[in-house]
């Protein structure tokens, strides 16, 4: 490979797991779009982290840019010359600025007139010198949810920085961070091999490193957290395996350079605890791993990820079993305590708990949320009201129980647990954990309707009620995560394809938030309804609807979160054919055309003087017949077709007619036929908004 290789590394002291994929990811982003290719150069960027270190390597680069022959423009003539021709100071200043002489200026001929001009050749910089100047501030403008400051404060990083390793081709870049300045020289593992490490190349980075007990390829690294877990669980018993959890084994990965896993063991009286409580005391005190049977069932085992083999790694065993024991007390000790009271007799103590300082007490949330379940449940599934309301009642009650207190993650989850073990119905404790769904983007939805119910009045509640309080997301920022709750909203709409305004929806949150609103009913609702258009329509194209599409179905059809959707896939299917262009084109001028003279409501069709006048109300008229029962039954790929079959009328509508006659009565006729038309469009979508 033709050009030079680059290496740099930024070693610090330990970066939180959750901040290094993304450090890595920006990493390799912001650089490549600094580096210049060698002529026949192929760029390759790859990017390294380790809770100590970040990486990144770069082949293929240029030695320097391109001189670039460039043409400044100075004063115009009139000012740079006196009456008898000499330079005036203007064409003097001009010609020093360039560093050339006065007369290798020329003259420019430019739409203002003549100007003072000088041709020159910039020369390119060195690979070296674009380097030396852009990463520093590429380093320390890195994204981390928290930097800090250190020495004499004259850095802000994530961590500490303890060296810098920057060369290109083996030589050395020179530039600081602070007190730190690039060298050619890494450090392998602080307990392992905490020696000085030359490295001329990112060819010999991962190898080198290596050879110092440091796995810098987070991916290599994560397989043999995978290999060393197998082996700690084999040497327990056959049949065991840890309970899948990928989002811990991701962080575990970005916690260690060398992974060195223990299996260790609790006394069986915890596994009379909840499994919950059990997986969440191990997942996020410790970040162990839990471990099952053959049949899913938890065993009294754990796995831990250590950061170095220990001399002695069963004193190392004995060690996390002693800490995962204080926890697992404590755990049972609060599951004990919690389980003297009810969860309905905890619903007092909510009146206690602030939900938020603009909105009232967690109670009052409660309160909120159960009637707009019941107005839910009226309009989708009256049968479940009675459950619901109990769901709804009981929902936020384990957020005042002590395991909760100590385990936030485990709200729901302990929630459920309880209403079983008080003797709720399934539909009641399982709606309690669905209520929740899904808590994250693409996240499992909930599978019951009183579950499915429940969390729509929540999530609801919550958007409402934070507009209401003027609390909105702005760029961003999004604090109270609003966004993907509505998105949660949407996905369960569709997936349980509840057909439901969103206005009269909204309308009834607002009528028990009047004690707490800061804004205008007016305000909310279009605020709230275009915050749901968005959302949708952000969903629909990300999953390949057009935007030009999805905008002129949702920019007349959004209130009907299912019918919406349906619309816009339709008017897909619809675009994918070859001659859509021109159906649109025809369609758009329908449109267009209204919006230029306005509606008229009166058609006589008696003032028709042209065939092709009767021939477009004729199949105006047929279609429009077809049109009531296609969308009552959703059908809106026939209702589309039919509207199709009105182009071939329409075009000779138009090569025949003149819409805009001198006749203004004829002219005004002629418009009520077209409105008539461009409202069987509008079932659909705004033709005017898709692009052609």
């Not at 100047?133 to 500490?160: A, C, H, N, Y």
């Not at 162990?288 to 085992?301: I, M, R």
């Not at 009256?382 to 769901?391: F, R, T, V």
């Not at 003032?607 to 009531?628: G, I, N, P």
Request: aromatic share 6%; with cysteine; charged share 25%.
């Amino acid at each position: 490979m033709s050009g030079l290789n680059l290496l740099v590394e930024i070693g610090t002291e330990e970066i939180p797991a959750g901040y290094l994929d993304p450090a890595l990811a920006a990493l390799e982003e912001r650089l490549a779009k600094i580096l210049i290719l060698a002529p026949k150069g192929h760029k390759r960027i790859k990017a390294w982290g380790t809770p100590n270190r970040l990486a990144v390597g770069a082949w293929g680069l240029a030695a320097k840019e391109i001189d670039v022959e460039v043409e400044v423009t100075g004063p115009p003539v009139k000012a740079a010359y006196d009456g008898e021709g000499n330079p005036t100071k203007a064409a003097q200043g001009f010609a020093r600025g360039q560093g050339v002489d006065v007369s290798d200026l020329i003259t420019v001929k430019t739409k203002k007139g003549e100007y003072l001009a000088v041709r020159k050749t910039v020369k390119g910089r060195t690979a070296e010198e674009i380097l030396t100047q852009t990463l520093p501030d590429l380093i320390l403008g890195l994204p981390f949810p928290k930097s800090m400051r250190w020495g004499k404060g004259e850095v802000t990083f994530v961590r500490p920085i303890h060296w810098i390793l920057a060369v290109l081709d083996g030589k050395v870049l020179d530039f600081p961070l602070g007190e730190i300045k690039a060298s050619k020289f890494s450090y392998g593992h602080r307990f392992l091999s905490n020696q000085r490490i030359e490295i001329n190349s990112p060819d010999e980075y991962e190898k080198k490193l290596a050879e110092a007990d440091v796995i810098v390829d987070p991916a290599k690294r994560q397989e043999l957290v995978k290999q060393e877990i197998d082996r700690a669980v084999t040497k327990n018993g056959t049949g065991l395996q840890i309970l899948p959890d990928e989002d811990l084994l991701s962080e575990v990965t970005n916690m260690v350079e060398q992974p060195v896993a223990i299996c260790g063991r609790f006394d069986e009286s915890f596994l009379n605890l909840p499994g919950p409580v059990l997986i969440t005391a191990m997942r996020e005190h410790q970040r162990y791993f839990a471990v099952t049977g053959k049949a899913g069932v938890l065993q009294p085992f754990f796995v831990a990820i250590n950061n170095t083999r220990a001399r002695d790694m069963d004193l190392v065993t004995r060690g996390h079993q002693r800490v995962l024991r204080a926890r697992l007390e404590d755990a049972r000790f609060h599951f004990n305590e919690d389980r003297k009271s009810s969860l309905e007799s905890r619903q007092d103590e909510l009146k206690k708990v602030v939900f938020h300082s603009l909105l009232g007490t967690s109670w009052d949330k409660v309160t909120r949320s159960s009637r707009l379940a019941v107005f839910l449940a009226d309009q989708l599934d009256p049968e479940i009201k009675e459950h619901l309301l109990k769901a709804a009642q009981l929902c936020k009650c384990d957020l005042v129980t002590g395991l909760v207190t100590e385990f936030p993650s485990l709200q729901g989850a302990m929630g459920r647990i309880y209403a079983e073990l008080d003797g709720e119905p399934p539909e009641v404790y399982e709606a309690i954990a669905e209520h929740y769904l899904p808590n994250r983007a693409g996240g499992e939805l909930p599978q019951s309707s009183t579950g499915a119910l429940l969390s729509l009045a929540d999530k609801i509640e919550t958007i409402v009620g934070c507009f209401s309080a003027g609390l909105i997301p702005t760029g961003a920022a999004d604090p109270y995560a609003l966004r993907r709750q509505a998105l949660g909203v949407i996905n369960i709409i569709l997936d349980k394809q509840y057909h439901l305004s969103l206005s009269a929806l909204v309308d009834h949150t607002i009528g028990g938030l009047t004690d707490w609103m800061k804004r205008s009913e007016a305000e909310i609702k279009d605020d709230v309804i275009e915050f749901f258009r968005l959302r949708l329509k952000n969903q629909l194209t990300s999953l390949g609807a057009s935007t030009d599409g999805t905008e002129a179905v949702l920019s007349l059809h959004h209130d009907n979160i299912v019918t919406a959707t349906a619309r816009v896939w339709a008017l897909e299917q619809i675009k994918s054919q070859p001659d859509f262009a021109d159906l649109a084109l025809a369609f758009k001028r329908v449109v267009n055309i209204i919006k230029k003279f306005g509606e008229r409501k009166t058609l006589d069709t008696n003032r028709f003087q042209h065939d092709e006048e009767k021939a477009l109300f004729a199949a105006y008229k047929e279609a429009s017949t077809h049109v009531q029962d296609l969308t009552q039954d959703h059908d809106f790929t026939g209702l589309l077709n039919q509207i199709v079959s009105l182009k071939p009328t329409v075009d000779r509508f138009f090569d025949e007619v003149l819409v805009d006659d001198p006749d203004q009565d004829l002219k005004d006729n002629r418009l009520a036929l077209l409105t008539e038309v461009s409202g069987l469009f509008a079932q659909v979508a705004d033709f005017s908004k898709i692009s052609t």
